[in-house]
T-cell receptor, first 110, second 113 residues
Framework: DAKTTQPNSMESNEEEPVHLPCNHSTISGTDYIHWYRQLPSQGPEYVIH???SNVNNRMASLAIAEDRKSSTLILHRATLRDAAVYYC???????????FGTGTRLTVIP | DTEVTQTPKHLVMGMTNKKSLKCEQHMGHRAMYWYKQKAKKPPELMFV???????INESVPSRFSPECPNSSLLNLHLHALQPEDSALYLC????????????FGEGSRLTVL
């Protein structure tokens, strides 16, 4: 499975936008880019996924570079509830697995 | 109902005990997963069931024995565990194989004495 690289930790002020980067230089053409987050004492939670085009949903936006070697998860207005570990994961379209990397621990400062 | 329910939430067992973790979903999903998560580490994939058949075993020791009795239920049978097996065990489900999202339960926290 292709690997992803994320910063270990990031901080954001409450009510400001957050841009969480992910590098995946060995991505293959059939890999989808998934983002999950894990709040303290909870199971992981799906955030968003995309293949080539930018994607928006009620939780976040996903911006995918034109060459697909990197992507950015955008939280438009961070709240204290967004403090979590965010995982960027590549998942082949035909795969029935999901492998987590080390993720980015996001701290939101009031 | 978009929930994956795991029981028990907490389990303490001795190394000679036999116990089971249970996972249930009623979303009609046909793929179900077990993950193990140690403190401050990412979840590690253990097993994947697809249409009630074991499709992935990530070289998990035989003291962990999964079972999928029907499309809604997934069990993890535990026997002769070691203290290093203490962890959070997460269950997940997804509609089918492929790029769709996984739905995770809140996990069962296991302590092996």
């Amino acid at each position: 499975d292709a690997k992803t690289t994320q910063p270990n930790s990031m901080e954001s002020n409450e009510e400001e936008p957050v841009h969480l980067p992910c590098n995946h230089s060995t991505i293959s053409g059939t890999d989808y880019i998934h983002w999950y987050r894990q709040l303290p004492s909870q199971g992981p939670e799906y955030v968003i996924h995309g293949l080539t085009s930018n994607v928006n949903n009620r939780m976040a936006s996903l911006a995918i570079a034109e060459d697909r070697k990197s992507s950015t998860l955008i939280l438009h207005r961070a709240t204290l509830r967004d403090a979590a570990v965010y995982y960027c994961i590549l998942r082949d379209s035909g795969a029935n697995n999901l492998f987590f990397g080390t993720g980015t621990r996001l701290t939101v400062i009031p | 109902d978009t929930e994956v329910t795991q029981t028990p939430k907490h389990l303490v067992m001795g190394m000679t005990n036999k116990k089971s973790l249970k996972c249930e979903q009623h979303m009609g999903h046909r793929a179900m997963y077990w993950y193990k998560q140690k403190a401050k580490k990412p979840p590690e994939l253990m097993f994947v069931y697809s249409y009630e058949k074991l499709s992935i075993n990530e070289s998990v020791p035989s003291r962990f024995s999964p079972e999928c009795p029907n499309s809604s239920l997934l069990n993890l049978h535990l026997h002769a565990l070691q203290p290093e097996d203490s962890a959070l065990y997460l269950c997940a489900s997804s509609p089918t194989n492929g790029p769709g999202e996984l739905f995770f339960g809140e996990g069962s926290r296991l302590t092996v004495l």
